[in-house]
């Protein structure tokens, strides 16, 4: 009899003890979910994880914890951090094998970081999963253009704008690349380590292959200055200037396009000559510092270093530099953060030779190493002027003091 006693003693005590420890764990998820609410993700982990590795199969933990790593996955592709995003929704997996938007969210950060084959697998997999989802077939739409898959690229935005007739984005995407694909299937193809060449080949001359040539150059080139080697090939298209200006829409002074895939409009060449390896370097510059700092990047440092680039193959004389300095007409360096599309035809050449030479006394007097540094900080979203203080500021300046003594030394 005591003994049943005693062991009844000892189970309430076990039972009490027990719903004190599930009353502190239902507290924690509860200050989670205020977390969560707040759209504080990772400190909903923070709260949540050790909370999972207790009561691993607590089923409201473990939705709790999908949840966070899906939000925090896309705070991540918002903040341009996407290798951060792919990591974090691979955990999330873990917690939620069935949320198809782990597969979806992860493919489209491993796209716009350029890893296509890993985001092909997942875009894949999320389709699988959901089937014809307008969303999924975007994105899956937009790695089969930008692989070169044009075909399959159409077909896919076709699906989704069958399903989402209204969508703006989609609509134009696919008629500009239903024109693009008028043009590029009449086109020849050459193909080297690092690039994939379309271009009207007359079968004369050796234009293709000394196009290749100077493309490698220029990969070499910038991939030794800034420390990138894109690992994928990327598409260059040769348009003559009418089927230029019609695909692309571009002013008449645009040389050339990046747009993901370097278009240029100078079809119908007979020799590959420095103005034409200055041109394509100019905009495969373009797609390495799109390559480190995503889309964020102000214009007078992308144009600065594409025309770097290109005038290291060609040298001309400034045009209106000199005399807008002298007529103190120069640009704000603020003014060219933005698109020179916005800027009068008139003031564009002085716009390139302004980011130029600013550019280049960056880097002959700190050297090429912070320009990638600084390059980094734009995928972070990092304004221009922080991202000069952080950079710069170890040699007791910011970009208002060097534009200051920039402009003494033109
Ligand atoms: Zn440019």
Redesign the pocket.
Known sequence: MRITLLTLLLLMLVVADLSASSRSLWRKNEAAIAQIEQQRFTEALDLLLPLAAEVPTNKTIRKNIATSYLGAGQQQIHAGAYLRAAELLQKGKEYNDQECRFWLLRGIALLKNGQMGEAEIELNEAWAMSGDEPLVLQYLGLLYYQTDRMYEAVDSWQRALDLDPGNKVLIERLAKARRELTIEKELDHDYSAHFVLNYADDGKTNIGGDILDALEDSYTWAGAKLRVYPERQTTVILYTRRQFSGLTGSPEWSA?L?DGKIRLPIGGLDQVDDRVRALLT??FM?LIVREIAGDKTPFWL??GL?ELAARELRQVPFEDLVEARDNNQLFALAELEGSFRKIAPQRVGLAYEQSYSFVRYLIDRFGWYPMAELLQLFKRRVSATAAMKQIFGEYGVDLFLLERDWRRQI
Request: aromatic share 12%; hydrophobic share 25%; proline share 0%.
């Open positions: 050339g990046f100019h905009e373009h992308n144009e594409a």
